[in-house]
């Protein structure tokens, strides 16, 4: 898997523009409430979601806007906005991909697995990534993000 060698640390989200945030706590709410509540955590500067069977990361909301936060490496030129990553460098999760990216495609489509960055400070946890975009149902995004956790 290349691995695009970039990161991000996230400011405190009460930093970033109120309708990214909103748009992130509606995304959060709606995951957490298809999860296991010990999944979905809220930290100083996004929402994460555990895997069921790793406890480890499986997936992430975050807000990324130019002049908050901190980028590192090669940035991939991301626009401002509420961005999903769902972590690819497990043994499982091409499988995974493979599964749920033919229920749905369109957004898939969005991103690639071998297109990844991370969220400091684990350097060492992957994301493929996806901007949540205006006409997105964010239903069918909150399906997505708990699949990926409990098969992750």
């Known amino acids: 898997m290349r691995m695009r060698g970039s990161s991000y640390q996230t400011a405190p989200l009460e930093q970033y523009s ?10 959060f709410a709606l995951v957490g409430d298809r999860v296991r509540q010990t999944q979905a955590k809220k930290y100083k ?19 990324y806007e130019e002049r908050r936060g901190k980028v590192n490496g090669r940035w991939p030129g991301l626009g401002e906005g509420v961005y999903v990553l769902l972590r690819v460098n497990e043994p499982t999760a091409p499988q995974i991909w493979q599964r749920v990216s033919s229920e749905y495609p369109a957004i898939f489509h969005r991103m690639r697995i071998e297109d990844t960055l991370a969220i400091a400070p684990a350097h060492s946890e992957q994301f493929a990534f996806f901007s949540v975009r205006n006409d997105d149902d964010c239903e069918n995004i909150a399906e997505i993000v708990s699949k990926w956790c409990l098969a992750l």
């Open 18 to 27: 109120p309708e990214f945030q909103e748009l992130a706590g509606k995304l």
């Open 45 to 63: 500067g996004s929402y994460t979601f555990t895997a069921t069977s790793t406890q480890g990361t499986a997936a992430k909301i975050i807000i």
